[in-house]
């Protein structure tokens, strides 16, 4: 089964409004031709109805970098599904590394993010991954499916394509250190074995696993050709338009060669 490759951007904590504004003008022309990719940009809460409203009815779907699993009520400074869906969100990025490690998620607040998500109808990318201690320790795999089983116990009837997941090793992460494209298969391909092993294989076949870690135009394309690796979630490099637009071709040559 053809799996439709993602490049989705994580701005992290970066632009203002007028900043996401002349991003999202210059994307959106550049973005239209790219017909086999989809292509989401996570942005701050603060861009996000701009980002949402511009992109509306385009390829590029707006997306959030977090969210808050309840739908209202006592939670100072959160923010929930339904108010992402009315800013125009479709997408929003579920348990980064970045917090996980700072802000103190835990694998279980990160399953029911993604189950939540999946319920509004908002597609969730879901972080997992590794620090570089415990990948040197020989405990990769232990983390990476600890956190995915989670996940997995959390969804029930879920389809492949209404959930994507990121396998994002911390210590690639900003770093400029990307994982070898083997490295970055090895994890993937063993995420696929898992799900079809715990959730069946339509699902795995389907489910869409990115790879995040220091992506940029250089390495993409290596990285994209690897069998089970579905795209990309990319920070730095998807700052500025040009080289995320490199990117989104790079993705979309890959679908080029892979038919020929
Ligand atoms: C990320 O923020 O998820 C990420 C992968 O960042 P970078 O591309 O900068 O490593």
Redesign the pocket.
């Known amino acids: 089964m053809a799996r439709r490759p993602m490049m989705a951007a994580?701005w992290?904590m970066n632009k203002t409004i007028r900043e996401a504004e002349e991003y999202t003008a210059a994307l959106l022309p550049r973005a239209a031709d790219a017909d086999e990719v989809d292509v989401a940009v996570c942005v701050p809460f603060t861009c996000l109805h701009e980002v949402g409203r511009m992109s509306e009815d385009t390829r590029v779907t707006a997306g959030a970098q977090n969210f808050y699993f309840e739908d209202s009520g006592a939670f100072t400074g959160e923010i929930s599904a339904p108010m992402l869906l009315d800013a125009g969100a479709g997408a929003v990025?579920v348990g980064?590394?970045?917090r996980r490690e700072t802000f103190g998620e835990t694998d279980d607040m990160v399953a029911r993010k993604a189950k939540r998500a999946v319920d509004a109808d908002l597609l969730p990318i879901v972080?997992i991954g590794e620090t570089k201690g415990e990948r040197d320790a020989g405990g990769m795999w232990d983390k990476v499916s600890g956190q995915l089983s989670r996940v997995i116990e959390e969804l029930e009837n879920v389809d492949g394509e209404s959930i994507v997941f990121?396998y994002?090793p911390i210590w690639?992460?900003?770093?400029g250190d990307t994982a070898t494209p083997e490295d970055a298969q090895d994890a993937i391909g063993k995420i696929r074995d898992l799900l079809e092993e715990e959730v069946g294989e339509d699902f795995a076949e389907s489910v869409r696993i990115l790879y995040?870690?220091?992506?940029k135009p250089e390495n993409a394309a290596e990285i994209m050709a690897q069998e089970d690796v579905d795209g990309a979630?990319?920070?730095?490099?998807?700052l500025e338009v040009d080289s995320f637009v490199q990117l989104i071709d790079a993705a979309q040559n890959t679908v080029a060669q892979t038919e020929h």
């Open positions: 994580n992290k990025i980064h590394s970045e972080c990121a994002e690639a992460i900003g770093t995040g870690g220091s992506v979630l990319v920070g730095g490099a998807s």
